[in-house]
């Protein structure tokens, strides 16, 4: 049985519909001593995947797949990179996307594949101002 | 904001799942924020609020 219920696929088949390019979600897993939350990401993941042929799922080993471990930076698993085009956004999801964390994950999925960014047009001329490393850590709860 | 910049990364993390990380940056309540290691915002907050307070921009901009 799928997560998504029929009635999530059709609201969340129609946002995606705005994708214009094609957004990867590499997932780092780690099959033996991982959490059962590594399943229920690929679960999630593979169910977004299948609603819009733009979003394609890359499964990485957290143990095995060490040159795309740091070219990507992931220090824990279950790890979610989500790339446009191949290119890196720097947006990362650790831990299963379920609760709040799905929705942050669309979100991010949208932008990636669309390069809308919705933000005031003062913040993000604050945010292009940066010109230092910034890492940017949020902790949240599925509930 | 990381999109919006390719000097920012941006880790959403589900505390529960990591709690060691929870534990070192003192996760009490969520959403917790922490930039640079230094730098930590409790709750959500509006947009400007937000992006003002992690990068650390006076009241004034």
């Given at each position: 049985?799928?997560l998504?219920?029929?009635?999530?696929?059709?609201?969340?088949?129609q946002?995606?519909?705005?994708?214009?390019?094609?957004?990867?979600l590499v997932?780092?897993?780690?099959?033996?001593g991982g959490s059962?939350?590594?399943?229920?990401?690929k679960?999630?993941?593979?169910?977004i995947?299948g609603?819009?042929?733009?979003?394609?799922?890359?499964?990485?080993?957290?143990?095995?797949?060490?040159?795309?471990?740091?070219?990507?930076k992931?220090?824990?698993?279950?790890?979610?990179?989500?790339?446009?085009?191949d290119?890196?956004?720097?947006m990362?999801?650790?831990?299963?996307?379920?609760?709040?964390?799905?929705?942050?994950?669309?979100?991010?999925?949208?932008?990636?594949?669309?390069g809308?960014?919705?933000l005031?047009?003062?913040?993000?001329?604050w945010?292009?101002?940066?010109?230092?490393?910034?890492?940017?850590?949020?902790?949240?709860?599925?509930t | 904001?990381?999109?919006a910049n390719?000097?920012?990364?941006a880790?959403?993390?589900?505390a529960?799942?990591?709690?060691?990380l929870?534990?070192?940056?003192?996760?009490?309540?969520?959403?917790?924020?922490?930039?640079?290691?230094?730098?930590?915002?409790?709750?959500g907050?509006?947009e400007?609020?937000f992006?003002?307070?992690a990068?650390?921009?006076?009241?004034?901009?």
């Open positions: 049985m799928g998504l219920s029929p009635q999530d696929e059709i609201v969340l088949k946002h995606l519909s705005t994708l214009s390019k094609p957004v990867q997932l780092f897993t780690q099959a033996f059962e939350s590594g399943q229920v990401a679960q999630i993941l593979d169910e995947a609603l819009n042929d733009k979003i394609t799922v890359v499964e990485k080993s957290f143990v095995l797949d060490l040159e795309d471990k740091a070219k990507y992931v220090d824990k698993a279950p790890a979610i990179v989500i790339l446009s085009d290119v890196d956004t720097r990362r999801m650790y831990g299963a996307p379920t609760g709040y964390e799905f929705v942050g994950l669309v979100e991010a999925i949208l932008v990636a594949g669309t809308n960014i919705d005031e047009p003062e913040t993000m001329a945010i292009q101002a940066v010109t230092t490393p910034t890492h940017i850590q949020v902790f949240s709860t599925p | 904001m990381a999109a390719p000097l920012i990364t880790d959403a993390i589900e529960t799942e990591f709690m060691d929870s534990r070192k940056y003192r996760v009490t309540g969520v959403p917790k924020t922490i930039v640079n290691e230094t730098i930590e915002i409790m709750g907050l509006p400007q609020d992006v003002r307070a990068l650390n921009l006076p009241e004034t901009t």
